[in-house]
């Protein structure tokens, strides 16, 4: 039997079958072109992580509009001109032997008019992010329909290249994360108010990409289950959160925290257990799946994490930059060839000067 039977066992989600519940999350690592287009480089990368048994590979984060870019080399999904590179992508994860799939979402307010060439940066309201600054332009209700519009058909155009499911990146203090949250949120129409009037956006959003991507296909979330500010979101009101999406049809939660302002403190809470203890608190409020994720730096933690009822998956990031045979490596029981992630964050400083993500012990990016 396995070391670690939870983690090496295989899960169905819908229609789709993981073999086990190992993720690779989304990571945006600018190794797409300037236009958006998928690239050698990032097929590379991802192919080398899903070829040593992670069940799932989530890439991301794309863009279902332009104004909503994440990154100067980031990837993008707002037109039908993408889907014959992310099905080059797609179909390299599969035949690697992991589920493909993708993370779509919008920026929203944090991101920069240099990244959306010179475009203007939209919001549920205009109030300026503290991490971005700049002007917000509040969207009018018909813009909101047509970005709703704009998630669905990007599902859509994932599901036509290949993907097997779709990640609506709700966390981290992008788009939908803003609708959720009181703080970037005062709208005094019917995406505005409460918590259930907040969340109308992303609703509004699975009902349309299931009207296009049909049952059987997943649908996830990633949320932030803590903004870990002062009158923001906190895990009571994910729960909640995490309980209407699942009534609207999402096929699991994805379970991150914090938003970009405080995003540098997060590996503290990290490293203190409170980024697990979210999923346990998020599981115990859903009965679909749930990923956790955070500084997962050995098999045997991620084994405990689904043990301890923390989450269904285990997402591990950096780790796997580090030492793409992470995984692999554990289970050949050649835990000390594991090059181990220094946790210098080096993967997270790229800018416009040095925009590809590079590792500063993995040369082979
Ligand atoms: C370079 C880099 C880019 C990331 N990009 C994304 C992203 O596009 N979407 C997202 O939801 N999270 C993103 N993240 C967060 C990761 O998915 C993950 O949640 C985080 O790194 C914590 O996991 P870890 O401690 O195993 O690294 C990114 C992280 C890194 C290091
Ligand atoms: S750059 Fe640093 S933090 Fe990022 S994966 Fe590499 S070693 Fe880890």
Same mark, same amino acid.
């Given at each position: ?24 999350? #989304? @990571?945006?690592?600018?190794? #797409? ?49 993408? $889907? ?19 993370? $779509? ?10 990244? !959306?060439?010179?475009? %203007? ?18 969207? =009018? ?5 047509? &970005? ?11 599901? %036509? ?45 699975? %009902? ?12 996830? !979330? ?36 914090? @938003? ?17 203890? &979210? #999923? ?5 409020? !859903?009965? $679909? ?7 997962? &730096?050995?098999?045997?933690? =991620? ?16 780790? &796997?930059? =580090? ?17 181990? *992630? ?16 590079? *590792? ?6």
């Amino acid at each position: 039997m396995s070391q670690y039977p939870r983690l090496m066992s295989p899960l169905k989600i819908k229609g789709v079958n993981l073999p086990n519940r190992i993720v690779f999350p #989304a @990571v945006v690592n600018n190794y #797409a072109t300037k236009d958006g287009e998928v690239a050698d480089r990032l097929i590379h990368f991802h192919k080398r992580i899903a070829e040593n048994q992670v069940g799932l590979t989530i890439a991301g984060a794309t863009a279902v509009s332009p104004e909503g870019r994440f990154s100067f080399y980031s990837a993008m999904i707002y037109d039908d001109r993408f $889907i014959p590179g992310l099905s080059k992508l797609f179909s390299s994860i599969r035949e690697a032997g992991s589920v493909p799939a993708i993370q $779509i979402g919008h920026t929203g307010r944090q991101t920069s008019s240099k990244i !959306v060439g010179g475009l %203007k940066k939209v919001g549920p309201s205009s109030i300026p992010c503290p991490l971005w600054r700049g002007e917000v332009r509040e969207l =009018a209700g018909n813009e909101v329909e047509d &970005l709703e519009d704009a998630f669905a058909e990007a599902a859509l155009r994932a599901k %036509k290249a290949g993907a097997r499911m779709v990640e609506l990146h709700g966390a981290h203090g992008y788009l939908i994360h803003q609708f959720l949250s009181p703080l970037s949120n005062q709208r005094k129409d019917h995406y505005g108010g409460s918590l259930k009037d907040r969340a109308r956006f992303v609703v509004n959003i699975l %009902k349309k990409s299931r009207g296009k991507v049909g049952e059987d296909f997943p649908l996830l !979330v990633r949320i932030s289950a803590d903004e870990f500010l002062e009158g923001g979101l906190h895990l009571e009101d994910a729960q909640e959160i995490a309980r209407i999406l699942e009534e609207n049809g999402a096929a699991g939660i994805d379970v991150s925290g914090s @938003v970009a302002s405080n995003m540098a403190d997060s590996d503290e809470k990290i490293h203190q257990g409170v980024y697990l203890r &979210l #999923a346990k608190g998020i599981k115990e409020s !859903v009965n $679909i799946p749930v990923i956790c994720v955070g500084k997962i &730096l050995d098999l045997d933690r =991620a084994e405990r994490a689904l043990e301890e009822g923390c989450a269904d998956l285990v997402a591990i990031c950096r780790a &796997l930059i =580090a030492d793409p045979e992470f995984v692999s490596k554990s289970l050949r029981g050649e835990k000390d060839q594991i090059v181990p *992630c220094i946790e210098c964050n080096k993967c997270l400083s790229f800018n416009a000067e040095n925009p590809h993500m590079e *590792c500063s012990v993995n040369s082979s990016l």
